[in-house]
Structure formats: structure tokens, C-alpha cells
DNA sequence: ACGTCATCATACTGGACAGTCTAGTCTGAC
DNA sequence: GTCAGACTAGACTGTCCAGTATGATGACGT
């Protein structure tokens, strides 16, 4: 309201902002059907009309927040992977790259989001498709790259690259994942947990495919 | 209509059954909040007014029968596990309780219902937590109730029984679940991949735990 | 000064739907 | 034959809600 100075676009750039911000808010605590327009608008502070010269319908907002949100995170999980050093110090590579993931996968609004796409995969399978491809398939696509380095140390036996990083996605993740998506954010395990579940998810990887 | 004969509450019972059936369809593939009493009512070939008589509400419909749902499922999973005889059959016997548990969970009538509560956490929490009971927690028990055996007879190491049980039960259901839950049913690995699955997944767990 | 464009508040349309009510039918029991 | 209880078709109530329409305000560029 104040400054909305210099740019002309700046008015409505923000209003948009707010909107998305409000919709997320809202389909993420009340699902697609549960969710009324009506309430975006004044959550955003904003007309209902407004919503709708900027988004068009229910559908295409609710498209375009699981899109962005599924998107978002993805490039948090994978931004700037650090590389292998030492050899000796790869399960601690393994456990780093393993916990940073775990610890934005089980964030309650990713965790919501997730909730929210599967209950809709009968309306939207879409949706549920990019977010199988932004989430799960590229994580596993990140380790069967780093894998596929391992194996040319040698540091990689008994398994494909990309079998292996599988394997290892789910073993790290499946747990706690499965555990939140039904049992509520209050099940997420706290740092400590975290980390013990992560060291031995990593153990039982190297026994299996370590050298 | 024809053999209504002997009991008086036979009509009755006909049509409860009949509009759990028509309910069960219609909230899997329609969700909660998407289904109508009306279609429920229709296809199970009964008025309106019969439907509220039996069950009272939308909402205690919808309890029921996801109640009875995961009731049965997990009953079929876990009725009548055979023993281990000889120490040396120990792999075979781990990969056939893993393909049958895993064919039960993965077909899809279970897969829907599983998205459905997933979806309806928020509104239905405790429906969530009674599925995750009689699904995975109870899973995890039948084994390591077969872990603590095996145990004893020294042929788990490097790991509690319950712990043990927890690894074994997500790495073999991890991955099928996962994509199917967001993929669809067609993600479901056939006979062929699912013995593979089974395979490997065992091979991981007992290099991993076992003698 | 004037037009344009984003926005506003609010009313409205049209349809869906949970749950109730009415008035009457069918069936099996006594 | 009559009664009770299960059932039926369908109308009805009240509410909710996506999406549209209206008519006004205020800021900007020219």
C-alpha cells in the first residue's frame, strides 16, 4: 500500500504473490474440495474477482501451487551437491547427502503437499506425476549419478547405479516418510532420531553395496 | 426379493451389506468430501431415507467402512504363517511372506483406500492412525515376532528383532508402494518384477542381519 | 483533463448436496 | 385381517460455493 512507487507492475505483482501465498495456506489445510475461493481472497486480502482475473478458476490456481511448490523443493534438496573427497569418507558423504533430504522431505508443509496430491490422484494424476518425477525419481536420478562415480572407484559392488540408488532412496527415506503420512507431523523424528535412522540406513547400504 | 424366506432380518442385512459394497465404490473412487448419499443410495438399489436408517451419517458411513476395510486386509495378510523348518530354507521362507504381503498391499482396492485416508488425514486422523496400526505397525510385529525366532536360533545379527523387522518391512515394500501410491495402479510391478523385488530385497536384508 | 487498468465490495446465478419429511407400499408374524 | 417395521419415491429445506456481473475508486501515463 505504501510504496508501490516506481514500477507499475509492482501493485499487481504483489496481490499475486499474496494470492498464491493464501492458496497454499488454504488448499494445504482444507484439500481441493474443501478449499472455497471466497476464502483465498480475503485470506490474501484481495477481491474475489481479483483471484480470478489472475488465476482463471479453482483448478488452475490449485495446478499451479502443487506445481511451484513441487518444484521449490526439489531445487532445495538438489542445489550445489558437494563432491567426493576421500574415499574413507564415504559414508559420511552418504549420510550427509542422505540427511539434508531427510530433513526437507519431512518439513509438515512438504509433507501436506504430499498428502494432499496423493488423496487427489484420482482428480489430478498429473500432478501426482510431476511430483513422483520432481521428488522421488530425481533424488534417485542425483544418486544414481553419484553412484555411477562410485562404481568407477570401485567403491560400488553387487548392483547397478541406478538399483542401487533405489535402494538406498528408499531405505533412507521410507520409514519416517510412511510413518508421517499417516500417523500426523508429530511423528517426524526430532535431530537425534533423525541422524541414528540416517547412520544405520547408510550401514546396511554399504553392507550391501559397499566395497 | 425371491429368497427372503426363513429370517425376519434377512431383508434387513441384504441391504446393509448392499450399501457398504455401493459405499465402498463410490468413496474410493469419488473421495469424501466428492461423494454423494444419493449415488450411494442408488447403486445399492435402496432409497435415500434406508441409507441414513442404517448408518446415521455420511461421516459414520465413511468410518465403517474404512474400519472394516483395514480390518480385513490386514486379517488376510497375516492369517496362518507357517513356521521355518530347516535353518537353510530361511531365504525362501523370508521371500514368500514378502510376495504375499506384497501382492495383498498392492492391489488396487488397498492402494485407493490407502490414498483416501493419506488425503483425509486432516479431517480423519484417527482413521489414519487405525489403518497405520493394522497395516505396517502390525506387519513389523509378525516379524519380528519371526525375528525373536530367528534370533535364538542365531540366525540374525547385527540388529534387534524389532529393528531388524522394521528395515526388512520397507525394503520390500517401499518401492512398490511408493510409485504406485502417486503413479497409479498401473506402477504396480507385475508377477515377474515383484519376484525380483522380493529377491533382491531379501538378499540386501541378509547381508545386512543375517548368519 | 482523460482514458486505461487494476482493483474493490457486493450482489447474484445456478447448481450441488446432506439430511429430513411425507405419504404410502410390502412382508412376515400372530 | 391387522399390525409393526422395513422400505420406497420423491419432494423439500437450508446451506454452501464456483464463477459472473455491476458499478465505483484510485493510480498511472499521455
Redesign the pocket.
Known amino acids: 500500500m505504501a510504496q508501490?512507487?516506481a514500477r507499475?507492475w509492482a501493485?499487481?505483482?504483489?496481490?499475486?504473490r499474496a494470492i498464491l501465498r493464501a492458496a497454499r495456506e488454504v488448499f494445504l489445510s482444507n484439500g481441493y474440495?474443501?478449499?472455497?475461493?471466497?476464502?483465498i481472497?480475503s485470506r490474501s486480502?484481495?477481491?474475489?474477482?481479483?483471484v480470478?482475473?489472475?488465476f482463471?478458476?479453482?483448478?488452475a490456481l490449485f495446478v499451479e501451487i502443487v506445481g511451484s511448490m513441487t518444484g521449490d523443493a526439489g531445487d532445495r534438496v538438489h542445489h550445489e551437491r558437494p563432491e567426493l573427497g576421500d574415499d574413507a569418507e564415504l559414508e559420511a558423504y552418504l549420510r550427509a547427502f542422505a540427511e539434508r533430504q531427510l530433513r526437507i522431505v519431512t518439513e509438515p508443509e512438504l509433507l501436506q503437499l504430499r498428502r494432499l496430491v496423493i488423496g487427489e490422484v484420482g482428480r489430478f494424476p498429473e500432478l501426482a506425476k510431476v511430483l513422483y518425477e520432481r521428488g522421488p525419481q530425481r533424488a534417485i536420478g542425483e544418486l544414481t549419478a553419484m553412484f555411477e562415480v562410485l562404481d568407477e572407484r570401485g567403491l560400488l559392488t553387487g548392483a547397478e547405479p541406478a538399483a542401487a540408488a533405489e535402494w538406498f532412496n528408499w531405505l533412507v527415506m521410507a520409514a519416517p516418510l510412511n510413518r508421517a503420512m499417516m500417523l500426523g507431523d508429530a511423528a517426524v523424528p526430532g535431530d537425534d532420531e533423525l541422524r541414528r535412522h540416517v547412520a544405520d540406513a547408510v550401514r546396511i547400504f554399504l553392507t550391501a553395496f559397499g566395497p
Open positions: 508501490t512507487g507499475p501493485r499487481s505483482d504483489e496481490k499475486h474440495l474443501g478449499t472455497n475461493m471466497d476464502l481472497a486480502g484481495v477481491s474475489k474477482q481479483t480470478y482475473t489472475h482463471g478458476s479453482k483448478e
